[in-house]
């Protein structure tokens, strides 16, 4: 079956930058989600890439390297707020969305 | 702006009743799903919809019907609950196109006994 791969957890200092990776099987692919999900609550769309490259959205950043299997989400100016956990999913072959297990930030001051 | 709406919240279950998770969406959509999430796993797919009167298995769908009689309802049930099935379950809608994102309902908490 396909994987999606990215860490448990990462902690992060308020105002400074995180980087989330998640690694994902090449065959099979049509794009790839961004999702963040606060505790307790629904996941929110983030974004969506299915070129290569970095697409920019205010302090939330997404790129794309389809050769490599291989996406990440980067965060800017961390605010407390952004503490969640963040979700990949690759659009699979068949159309089905793949989630990964989730990435839980944690921000301190 | 309801968007996804899904009930009960919550719910205790004592092994081999039956319950019914009610999910409504208000945006038109054709696509609606439901998902288990549970510790250290990715959501998961549990049955889908691509229109009204239509449904699929997806991913871990036994213990589970559903149903899709009205556009805007996707009904998913378990007629003997078991305690694999303690989980947390999210609906969801889209359009059905590739690109589209997801709106999830706020997630019904389940436990069973």
């Known amino acids: 079956g396909q994987n999606i791969d990215q860490p448990t957890e990462m902690t992060a200092t308020e105002g400074a930058i995180v980087q989330i990776n998640c690694t994902y099987q090449?065959?099979?692919?049509?794009?790839l989600f961004w999702y963040q999900q606060h505790a307790g609550e629904a996941p929110t769309f983030l974004s969506y890439?299915?070129l290569d490259g970095l697409e920019e959205k205010g302090r939330f950043s997404s790129f794309l390297s389809r050769s490599k299997g291989y996406s990440y989400l980067l965060l800017k100016e961390l605010q407390m707020k952004d503490s969640a956990s963040y979700l990949c999913?690759?659009?699979?072959?068949?159309?089905?969305?793949?989630w990964g297990a989730g990435t839980k930030l944690i921000i301190k001051p | 702006n309801a968007g996804v709406t899904q009930t009960p919240k919550f719910r205790v279950l004592k092994t081999g009743q039956s319950m019914t998770l009610l999910c409504a969406q208000d945006?038109?959509?054709?696509?609606m799903y439901w998902y288990r999430q549970d510790p250290g796993m990715g959501l998961r797919l549990i049955h889908y919809?691509?229109?009204?009167?239509?449904?699929a298995k997806g991913e871990v769908p036994d213990g589970y019907n559903v149903s899709r009689l009205k556009k805007q309802n996707f009904l998913l049930g378990l007629e003997s609950a078991a305690p694999s099935q303690t989980s947390v379950y999210f609906c969801?809608?889209?359009?059905?196109?590739?690109?589209?994102?997801?709106?999830f309902g706020e997630g019904s908490r389940l436990t069973v006994l």
């Open positions: 969801a809608s889209s359009t059905g196109d590739v690109t589209g994102e997801l709106f």
């Open positions: 890439n299915v």
């Open positions: 919809s691509v229109g009204e009167g239509t449904t």
């Open positions: 945006m038109n959509h054709e696509y």
């Open positions: 999913a690759q659009v699979g072959g068949n159309y089905q969305l793949i």
């Open positions: 090449t065959s099979g692919f049509n794009g």
